[in-house]
């Protein structure tokens, strides 16, 4: 660090600094065949062929367990009108909610896998659960994206639209943010 061009970040928080980040719902099943899901903010492509996206879910969460016995799950980009439900859902477990039943999302049979997906949600990847592999204490989850759709007119030319699609990201703590309206170029 020189000089004074920069202050210290803490480094147990430092992930903030990669921050804003789409705050998608993770959609899975319990064992007698119901939904639920958590708000996970930390996500990623990872390959693309074949094509796979990750999410790391501490092993604490309900919804790693789902995941682990259904085999898939479907990741639920929101509109950012959705910030309550978003918030909902990452705030309270499905071991002691039924958090579908309790918010206005609805669970929609999805094609390509058991787990259903939202609805109301923007854009879905359905995903087969690929590999699991434990990084300190959160598990990567790396999905193979089996199916993916979008609302339509929320992409042009294969990107979001910005002026349409206004995707929910999360800054931090109880902070959440939207994209811009207009697509900067270089
Ligand atoms: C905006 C936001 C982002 C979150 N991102 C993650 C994440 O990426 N990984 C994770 O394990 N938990 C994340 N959480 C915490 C879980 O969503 C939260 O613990 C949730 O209550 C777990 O629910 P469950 O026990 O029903 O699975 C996030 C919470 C919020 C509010």
């Known amino acids: 660090m020189s000089g004074g061009d920069f202050v210290k ?7 903030h600094l990669l921050h804003p980040k789409p705050a998608v719902i ?7 065949g119901k939904p639920s899901g958590m708000t996970a903010a930390w996500t990623s492509p990872v ?5 796979l996206i990750s999410v790391s879910i501490s092993p604490r969460r309900y919804t790693y367990k789902l995941i ?8 639920n980009v929101l509109d950012v009108n959705l910030v309550a439900e978003a918030h909902f ?3 309270r477990s499905g071991r002691r909610v039924d958090k579908f039943a309790e918010s ?5 049979r999805s094609s390509r896998v058991k787990s259903p997906h939202i609805k109301e ?18 598990i990567l989850i790396v999905g193979e994206v089996l199916e993916a759709y979008v609302k339509p007119g929320a992409m042009k030319r294969g990107i979001y639209d910005p ?14 943010i939207t994209i811009s309206d207009e697509i900067i170029t270089p």
Do not use: Q, W
Not at 9 to 15: G, H, K, N, R
Not at 68 to 75: A, N, P, S
Not at 104 to 108: H, P, Q, R, V
Not at 163 to 176: D, I, P, T
């Open 104 to 108: 206005k999302l609805t669970a929609e």
């Open 9 to 15: 970040v803490p480094v147990l928080t430092s992930y």
């Open 47 to 51: 390959s693309m062929k074949p094509p």
């Open 26 to 32: 993770v959609v899975s099943l319990d064992s007698n």
């Open 68 to 75: 682990k016995e259904t085999g898939d799950f479907t990741v």
């Open 163 to 176: 002026k349409v699609a206004k995707v929910l990201m999360h800054l931090g703590g109880v902070g959440y």
């Open 89 to 91: 859902f990452g705030t």
């Open 121 to 138: 949600a923007l854009a879905v990847l359905e995903c087969n659960l690929y590999r699991e592999i434990k990084l300190g204490d959160h």
